[in-house]
């Protein structure tokens, strides 16, 4: 096998080249090593290997090359030193909380996060003995009153689903390590293309690979960024003994989704930026919420920390229940589906589905409404969604 050596290539060669490995057959393509064991030659190298004297592949449990191809594809684009790579965007999150934290231990983490990782945070954690406080996450002076003796881990999402509203992560990160603690950022929604979170001072970043990486539709995945320290310490034996481990398969989907990943999230950006300006000028929408705007409400903190909009836009309609559910049903083009990043426009509407299970009190914090809507602007030609989107507004009213 034969690896690239390190070279300072820009962000769509790196994804493109970076951490391409290559078999004695000098396949173009990257290969689908779908082999859960590996052969020694002799007893005697199976001996060496298993001591860590002898490099190579033991059990794909462990690692594996296709896998071990995404994970360094990805750090080469994170600027990470070394990843993980998970079977799903929640695999990834649970392990970079879990391996961090033990019983008597604090996190704080904003209170606007995907469902499930609230779940994580608010539920699953305090069974194993690990305190937890949720925050408004936009204001730095509630991280600093959360923070106790104890605490150790600060977790957020920005911009945070499916609001959209941002945490100023260069603020939390310096917060963090002044306590000696780490911040994990979730950076699904913004991209490693578009906001960076290592170098805004986070310790580890973490992604749903299922969304703009994959990009269409295909597989879960997800993957675990920081500090080759950090991962030795915290990830190794978390994973060689639980097994959250990305199918080789998968891997290889996600490698040729990192390929088109930025033309794919460049064009769904300019999309996503020409509909939200559309629907901010309409009558029956309340209010747009799109980082990009100069009306987002943190303008300010996104021009500082992410390098362009988003593929994502909050709406507000007007109308409640009955008019989010008549624009969905009236879209032709654009799907109704809780997955986001996709090629394919998508539409969910938040307070029956993807946050159906939070309380009617913390949806209200976080300004989901009876009226809210996340889109997810996909690669169709954008007339013909804006079309879609016209004719679909008018029959809510
Ligand atoms: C989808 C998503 C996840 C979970 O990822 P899966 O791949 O579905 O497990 C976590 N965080 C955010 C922000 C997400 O959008």
Same mark, same amino acid.
């Given at each position: 096998m034969t690896t690239d050596k390190k070279r300072n290539w820009k962000p769509a060669t790196q994804l493109v080249h970076s951490g391409t490995l290559r078999s004695q057959?000098?396949?173009m393509s990257e290969a689908i090593f779908l082999t859960q064991g590996y052969v020694y030659p002799t007893a005697e190298a199976a001996e060496a290997r298993f001591k860590g004297e002898e490099p190579g592949f033991i059990y794909s449990r462990y690692a594996n090359p296709t896998v071990s191809m995404f994970e360094q594809r990805m750090c080469a684009l994170e600027g990470a030193e070394d990843a993980r790579a998970t079977a799903s965007g929640m695999a990834a999150v649970a392990a970079a909380i879990l391996c961090s934290l033990k019983a008597g231990d604090h996190i704080v983490a904003a209170r606007a996060v995907f469902g499930s990782c609230r779940w994580i945070v608010e539920t699953l954690a305090p069974n194993y003995g690990i305190e937890a406080t949720l925050v408004d996450g936009r204001d730095i002076a509630n991280w600093e009153k959360a923070v106790r003796p104890n605490t150790k881990l600060f977790f957020l999402e920005s911009p945070a689903n499916p609001t959209l509203e941002v945490v100023d992560i260069a603020a939390v990160a310096s917060l963090a390590t002044s306590i000696g603690a780490r911040l994990v950022v979730d950076n699904v929604f913004a991209t490693p293309l578009q906001q960076r979170p290592l170098e805004l001072g986070a310790h580890v970043a973490v992604y749903?690979?299922?969304?703009?990486?994959?990009?269409?539709?295909?597989c879960l995945g997800g993957i675990i960024l920081s500090d080759k320290e950090w991962i030795d310490e915290n990830l190794h034996n978390y994973f060689r003994h639980t097994g959250p481990s990305l199918s080789p398969f998968n891997a290889w989907n996600l490698l040729k989704g990192l390929e088109t990943l930025p033309i794919r999230v460049a064009q769904q950006t300019r999309n996503a930026a020409r509909i939200a300006d559309f629907l901010a000028g309409r009558p029956e929408v309340e209010q747009v919420i799109y980082p990009g705007r100069a009306d987002h409400p943190q303008a300010d903190i996104v021009s500082k920390q992410m390098k362009g909009g988003s593929t994502l836009i909050c709406i507000h309609l007007k109308g409640g229940k009955q008019a989010a559910f008549a624009f969905q049903n009236a879209l032709d083009i654009v799907l109704i589906s809780n997955n986001l990043g996709d090629a394919k426009s998508l539409i969910t #509407?938040?307070?029956?589905?993807? #946050?159906?299970?939070?309380s009617d009190e913390a949806r209200a914090e976080l300004g989901i409404g009876a009226g809210t809507l996340r889109f997810s602007a996909g690669l169709e030609d954008v007339d013909d969604l804006l079309e879609d989107i016209d004719r679909a507004l008018a029959a809510t009213r």
């Open positions: 057959f000098g396949e749903s690979a299922t969304k703009h990486i994959d990009g269409q539709g295909r #509407h938040p307070a029956t589905t993807t #946050h159906k299970n939070v």
